[in-house]
């Protein structure tokens, strides 16, 4: 029997490395493949799956075929980081002789104890380190702790067996940036909840030209995530007459509090006070109950490496309003409402005209739906398992 282990230790959800999409990535990847293992008896029989969780993970998981550890793991701490990826994890799969691990995020320890899969997400810490307006966020402890887990994010690249990549755009990134095999890069798209969506698709109300639009922008408070675009495209919306139409909820993580109280002094020199509102985080909210309450959802992102709240969104029903970035294009192809960089007078406009249109906005909620269908997380997590098995298949 092979020993498959996933590390999830890096995984705290609700806190800044890691949380957020990639803390649903981790939980629906166990739930998912526990379940495969349970469909699948004569997978049982071969293949052993362990996950590795920090002891700060209070996610209720339920595991039918799953044996988890607990690991008490600071990753605030990059010492700390450090000694779970190069010394305690290599110790632990090595004494439980553990064939083939995955991490979810993208660092892999000096020491190779077995064969390995890495999840690559993006390029953040290339992003931020590179781009001017971006890199003044970072303190100078930030600075130095993204140029090592960069190393380590290049490193991966060279010396994992199998990469996960969430889109076409970051593997044709990472083929611009290293000269390696494309053969085991492996496009596995993220997924939504679908198990969470109420099946009342398309039978409520169509939505009254007087009541207000609520847009909701789901991302933790990273600088490139868009949220000052956003407070200065809400002014616009004031300037030119919508003001009465519009309110904004803010919904995610204060991950780097400067550019938090950044988002607050703009709210207040633009005079948005009463046009936005912070959503706090909460445990045991559903996705049902995030997107409820929003008339659209808008994500004006200067970087991502797939962008989970709006597929989500349409998931849930509710227009999509983006950024125009090529893995906005690839997973949304014409079931979005695109924006440009710079939104002029005439495209907000253009913006309300559609949002008042139901006949137009029926019809995007249709082209969402059916778009949102291709994102499955058993299909996500079939894919992740055929990988492991490729992989373990494989000749020394």
């Keep these: 029997m092979k020993t498959i282990c996933l590390d999830l230790t890096n995984i705290i959800p609700g806190v800044g490395g890691v949380g957020g999409g990639i803390a649903t990535y981790g939980k629906s990847l166990v739930v998912g493949l526990d379940g495969l293992l349970t469909e699948k008896p004569d997978l049982l029989a071969q293949y052993n799956l362990i996950v590795l969780l920090n002891e700060r993970n209070n996610q209720n998981f339920q595991f039918e075929n799953v044996k988890f550890y607990n690991f008490k793991v600071n990753n605030q701490s990059l010492l700390s980081r450090m000694i779970w990826l190069h010394l305690r994890l290599p110790n632990f799969l090595k004494k439980s002789k553990v064939d083939l691990l995955h991490r979810v995020v993208s660092e892999l320890s000096f020491k190779k104890v077995c064969k390995t899969v ?13 781009e001017s307006n971006y890199s003044k966020y970072l303190k100078f402890k930030e600075v130095v702790k993204f140029q090592i887990l960069n190393k380590l994010l290049y490193r991966s690249l060279i010396v994992g067996d199998n990469l996960l990549v969430t889109s076409k755009a970051v593997k044709d990134e990472i083929l611009r940036k290293v000269a390696i095999d494309a053969a085991k890069i492996k496009v596995i798209p993220l997924a939504y909840e679908n198990n969470s969506v109420k099946s009342n698709f398309l039978e409520k109300p169509e939505n009254q030209s007087n009541e207000k639009f609520k847009f909701g922008v789901v991302a933790a408070f990273h600088p490139h995530k868009g949220h000052l675009k956003v407070l200065k495209l809400a002014k616009k919306m004031i300037e030119i007459g919508y003001g009465d139409q519009i309110h904004f909820y803010f919904r995610g993580s204060p991950i780097y509090e400067n550019y938090y109280l ?78 440009s960089q710079s939104v002029s007078e005439e495209e907000i406009h253009l913006l309300f005209e559609k949002l008042n249109d139901n006949i137009f906005i029926q019809n995007l909620l249709v082209k969402g739906n059916e778009n949102a269908q291709r994102f499955s997380w058993k299909h996500t997590c079939e894919q992740v398992l055929a990988s492991y098995i490729g992989l373990l298949e494989m000749e020394s």
């Design 118 to 130: 890495v999840t690559i997400h993006d390029f953040m810490f290339d992003f931020y380190l590179k």
């Design 262 to 339: 950044e988002v607050q002094e703009l709210i207040k020199d633009l005079e948005l006070e009463d046009h936005v509102t912070f959503e706090q985080y909460d445990p045991n909210i559903t996705l049902n109950d995030i997107y409820n309450k929003y008339t659209a959802t808008i994500l004006l992102s200067d970087y991502e490496g797939f962008g989970l709240p709006v597929i989500e969104a349409q998931a849930f029903q509710k227009p999509v309003i983006c950024s125009g970035l090529p893995v906005f294009k690839e997973i949304l192809g014409d079931s979005a409402i695109f924006l």
